[in-house]
């Protein structure tokens, strides 16, 4: 069992900045493929970036250039690092942890941005 726990959101006028964090449990974190998703009201969960074991990363085109994703394996922990926000960016945005075949999915952060 894999758990997530994401820290980090909050409300930002736009234009602003904010870095989301997810803090992962298990030994075997290195080889997790992880990744960020978001939701936002009345709308389907969409991926968001995604970041490889080996470091690749990959992108959403609605967040390119603005969004970066990196992890630190020792501390076993995420980022998603947002500058240059939008209020379309407004979501609950949610970690998730591949190790197949399963999926796992931490309790969501709220991401507000102001116009």
């Known amino acids: 069992q894999v758990q997530l726990v994401e820290s980090g959101g909050g409300l930002v006028q736009a234009g602003g900045s904010l870095r989301l964090s997810c803090a992962a449990s298990?030994?075997?974190?290195?080889?997790?493929?992880m990744s960020w998703y978001r939701q936002a009201p009345g709308k389907q969960r969409e991926l968001v970036a995604t970041?490889?074991?080996?470091?690749?990363?990959n992108y959403a085109d609605s967040v390119k250039g603005r969004f970066t994703i990196s992890r630190d394996n020792a501390q076993a922990t995420v980022y998603l690092h947002m500058n240059s926000l939008k209020p379309e960016d407004t979501a609950v945005y949610y970690c998730n942890a591949l190790i197949m075949p399963r999926h796992y999915w931490g309790q969501g952060t709220q991401v507000t941005v102001s116009s």
């Open positions: 298990g030994s075997m974190f290195s080889i997790y493929v």
């Open positions: 970041i490889t074991s080996g470091g690749s990363t």
